[in-house]
């Protein structure tokens, strides 16, 4: 595959990944919404036109906490399964470009991307059988703590503000499904890590075939989206080297910085050829990726790489 195809055919690979995985995750919340909805509506009554709790917040609280539970062992557990096995496609697309570099340089690919995969699954939390591991990155990611007190603190507010019961459910499809411009509790604080592992993965897989084979240089992969930040814009499709990435990209002024980070005026916790550009959100990680060339094509893009400048 060339560089073009490649890129073309993994952007494709993580879009649709993606996709569907966030349609399963907007599914468990319309499914949410539901299964709330009936488990505390025998807890609510309606007197003069307003609710009125035949129960505390505290048992209110903890029917909340049913209902999660529930979603978590039936769906969250295997949308976090199917993640994992998505791994796999990830490292054998990359597979497809880097096999043709190994093979010209008489390396045995074979043990190259069996040690490759290796190293993303321990990174990531995967098991040799696919499957994530109990405490592991991936199952990380699928945690409610935060959603469940946002549905909570709905809910609360709503009784106290003496609503009406068909008020009450409107407030709560909005909270847990949201709407066409604003994202359900699920994907609010599930979504962006989510969709970020698989560029995750994707950093992590190029960067080690990049490492293993030896090769010095790369082009910044990824191309430019409405939301691409100034650091990648001046990047994207460009030959660097593995030297001058790690030397130059974490003091470049258009990398973006943490407040803490801006406070102490240095970067910290940054590798630049799995970062990039750092965040998309909250968790979400950099579309951009490293695509490792030979000496010849980075020197023919770019001549003064040839002497070391």
């Not at 399964?81 to 791994?87: F, H, I, K, L, P």
């Not at 100034?230 to 258009?254: I, L």
Request: with cysteine; glycine share 8%.
């Amino acid at each position: 595959m060339n560089l073009g195809a490649t890129n073309a055919a993994l952007d494709k690979l993580l879009t649709d990944k993606q996709t569907e995985r966030l349609r399963q995750l907007n599914a468990l919340e319309r499914l949410l919404f539901r299964k709330l909805f009936e488990e505390i509506r025998p807890s609510l009554t309606e007197k003069d036109g307003v609710i009125v709790s035949r129960i505390g917040f505290v048992p209110l609280g903890k029917i909340v906490d049913r209902v999660f539970d529930a979603i978590e062992e039936r769906g969250l557990q295997a949308l976090s399964a199917r993640t994992a096995r998505d791994m796999k496609s990830v490292v054998d697309m990359n597979a497809s470009y880097y096999r043709v570099i190994a093979v010209n340089r008489g390396v045995s690919f074979e043990a190259l991307q069996a040690s490759v995969d290796a190293t993303m699954r321990r990174r990531l939390g995967i098991g040799d059988n696919g499957e994530p591991k109990s405490g592991g990155y991936i199952t990380g990611l699928f945690g409610t703590g935060a959603a469940r007190e946002e549905v909570k603190k709905m809910m609360s507010k709503a009784i106290e503000a003496k609503i009406p019961l068909r008020k009450l459910k409107k407030r709560l499809a909005l909270a847990v499904v949201g709407t066409d411009e604003t994202r359900g509790v699920l994907e609010k604080h599930i979504g962006n890590a989510l969709v970020g592992v698989y560029n995750r993965a994707d950093h992590i897989v190029s960067n080690q075939f990049g490492q293993r084979l030896g090769m010095k240089y790369f082009v910044y992969s990824g191309g430019i989206i409405e939301t691409s930040r100034q650091f990648c814009r001046k990047k994207n499709g460009k030959v660097f080297s593995v030297e001058e990435a790690m030397r130059d990209w974490p003091t470049d002024p258009d990398l973006p910085r943490t407040k803490a980070e801006k406070d102490a005026g240095e970067v910290s916790d940054y590798h630049p050829l799995e970062d990039f550009g750092r965040w998309m959100g909250t968790s979400d990680t950099c579309r951009h990726r490293a695509l490792y060339i030979d000496e010849e094509t980075a020197f023919a893009r770019r001549p003064d790489l040839r002497s070391g400048n």
